[in-house]
């Protein structure tokens, strides 16, 4: 099934209901598709078919959906792009991919012009009304796109349907190749497990370029046919007022959106009504158990967390029914999942201890676009090796706890960070020698990206202000170092391995105002 067919499917049985209403302009399932279908046929004319990647870098706009959706419509891949990639991400992204078409604003295309001029094949449709040289006007494509048209849907099952890159552990990003079928199985896992239905309003907060705003949150509203209030932009304040305002049943969020509302609660004289409320879900980056217990409290609601990644949507989730729900515990395998917790030695560890969590289903992705050897190391006989550690309490009916994980990965506001991607940016200035990247826990984003240089010879006056600035320029923001520290050498054990774990305690020790 292709899953823009099966949405297109839905919204046929209630036209005149709200699909989304974006910033209060709503918009019904029927012209939600129909604009959908003007996208596919605007696409079809420009040449993008089966198996073509179309880039998609936008900020939080309905341009972003029906872009999505039509791509899929004529067998296209969608590849999601975070709006704040720089020219260097931007480059590398469209040309490892292939892509044929870029779709961004103006701002943006400026901002990467330089890496895209070097690529000869990739064609660029702004959706603003600017005119910018090297660059077509998508309002000006879909004014001239014939309006007969039927959408075929040429692809569906195994064929892949989304691109989203996830950082690497060597520092370069990694496409998972995300299939119809993945898509599809787990909309219909969670529409069971979370018993979404049309009488749900959903409050849609989070980025759509990621798999927990865009697949999770939107691609589930839209099959259960219910409604999605969707903000620009998140503002607790304005969160919480829409909660009660739009009488919204649904919010799917990141911890760091928790802490936030919670932050705002305090503040509110009166205190919104939550009685429509059905379930807060979060996901992403682990929930902390001091967040999950002070929301309570102060709303009466247990926030049901649910454990998920890029490369498989998602694997866990607590219970619907409150009094299943537990602080810390990601909950049980969503139906079609099947979740391994291994030891070193590749076998399954014994109830209780902690290992790695390996995960089978149709849920899983089909390996890493262009990366054949990432892939074959990803798997062992069809099991997809997380990174993440954790334990299935037999005290608990087998729920599964996450505690760590194996990969270093700093997760900042549910967004990833690997430390060489960073690190590769601080080597890449002329005046340091080497340099090491850590997550440091910071209560607001759970953890925040610090980095540690040696500096070359004689190079012993560059300020962490130029390493930063030098970061900002090449990585997108939420990856540049929060703190930059400049030491004489880096530690290591006898071995020549950087002591991670040290740098840490040696920079949390450190007093910060
Ligand atoms: C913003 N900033 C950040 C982050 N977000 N810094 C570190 N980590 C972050 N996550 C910085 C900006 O660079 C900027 O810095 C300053 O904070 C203010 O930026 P602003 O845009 O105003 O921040 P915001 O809009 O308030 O963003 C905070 C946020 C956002 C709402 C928590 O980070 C967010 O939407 N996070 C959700 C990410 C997400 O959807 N992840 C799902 C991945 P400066 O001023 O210095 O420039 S999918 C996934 O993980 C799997 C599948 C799963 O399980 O879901
Ligand atoms: P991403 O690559 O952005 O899809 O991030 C996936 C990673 O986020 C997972 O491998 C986990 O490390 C982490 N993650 C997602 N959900 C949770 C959760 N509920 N608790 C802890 N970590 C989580």
């Known amino acids: 099934m292709n899953l823009a067919r099966l949405l297109s499917e839905t919204a046929s049985r209630h036209p005149d209901k709200p699909a989304v209403i974006f910033e209060g302009t709503s918009h019904s399932y029927r012209d939600f598709d129909r604009q959908v279908e003007r996208y596919a046929a605007m696409l079809q004319a420009e040449g993008i078919g089966k198996g073509a ?127 119809h079928r993945n898509l599809v199985s787990n909309m219909l896992a969670l529409s069971d497990a979370w018993e979404w239905t049309e009488k749900d309003v959903l409050l849609h907060v989070l980025p759509l370029f990621h798999v927990h705003g865009l697949n999770v949150a939107t691609h589930g509203s839209l099959y259960a046919g219910s409604t999605i209030v969707m903000h620009g932009k998140f503002e607790p304040r ?62 009466g609601f247990r926030i049901l967390e649910r454990y998920g990644m890029t490369e498989t949507g998602m694997n866990t989730s607590n219970r619907i029914d409150p009094a299943y729900r537990k602080a810390r515990s990601v909950g049980d395998p969503l139906p079609g999942v099947r979740i391994r917790v291994v030891g070193s030695d590749g076998k399954d560890v014994l109830l209780g201890d902690v290992g790695e969590v390996w995960i089978r289903g149709d849920n899983v992705f089909q390996g890493y676009w262009g990366m054949h050897e990432k892939t074959r190391e990803s798997f062992v006989e069809g099991w997809f090796r997380s990174g993440d550690l954790g334990y299935q309490d037999p005290n608990d009916g087998g729920r599964l706890y996450l505690v760590g994980r194996a990969k270093e990965l700093i997760i900042s506001g549910g967004y990833n960070v690997y430390p060489k991607e960073v690190e590769n940016v601080l080597e890449s200035h002329e005046a340091v020698k080497e340099s090491a990247v850590v997550g440091l826990s910071d209560e607001e984003f759970g953890e925040k990206v610090a980095a540690v240089v040696v500096l070359k010879d004689g190079r012993g006056s560059v300020a962490p202000e130029d390493l930063a600035a030098h970061c900002r320029e090449r990585l997108a923001s939420y990856k540049c170092p929060r703190e930059i520290g400049v030491v004489p050498e880096l530690p290591r054990n006898a071995m020549g391995k950087i002591l991670k774990n040290r740098i840490v305690e040696d920079l949390q020790r450190i007093p910060r105002s």
């Open 238 to 299: 304005i969160a919480w007022e829409a909660l009660e305002k739009e009488r919204c049943t649904l919010l799917m969020a990141v911890p760091t959106i928790y802490q936030r509302l919670m932050g705002e609660w305090e503040k509110l004289e009166r205190k919104p009504d939550l009685r429509g409320m059905r379930v807060f879900i979060s996901g992403s980056a682990p929930l902390a158990d001091n967040l999950f217990h002070r929301f309570e409290r102060a709303t």
């Open 53 to 179: 990647r179309v880039a998609v870098q936008l900020t939080k706009r309905m341009e972003f959906l029906y872009l999505h959706f039509a791509v899929l419509s004529v067998g296209a891949i969608t590849l999601p792009l975070n709006p704040e990639y720089r020219e260097g991400e931007v480059g590398y992204f469209l040309s490892d991919s292939g892509s044929s078409l870029y779709v961004t604003d103006a701002e943006r295309f400026r901002r990467a012009a330089g890496a895209i001029r070097g690529l000869k094949e990739v064609r660029t449709l702004l959706v603003d009304d600017a005119v910018v040289e090297g660059a077509g006007s998508l309002p000006d494509r879909l004014a001239s796109t014939p309006s007969r048209f039927r959408r075929t849907y040429p692809t569906g099952g195994d064929d892949v349907a989304m691109i989203c890159y996830t950082s690497g552990t060597t520092g370069r990003s990694k496409g998972a190749m995300i299939t």
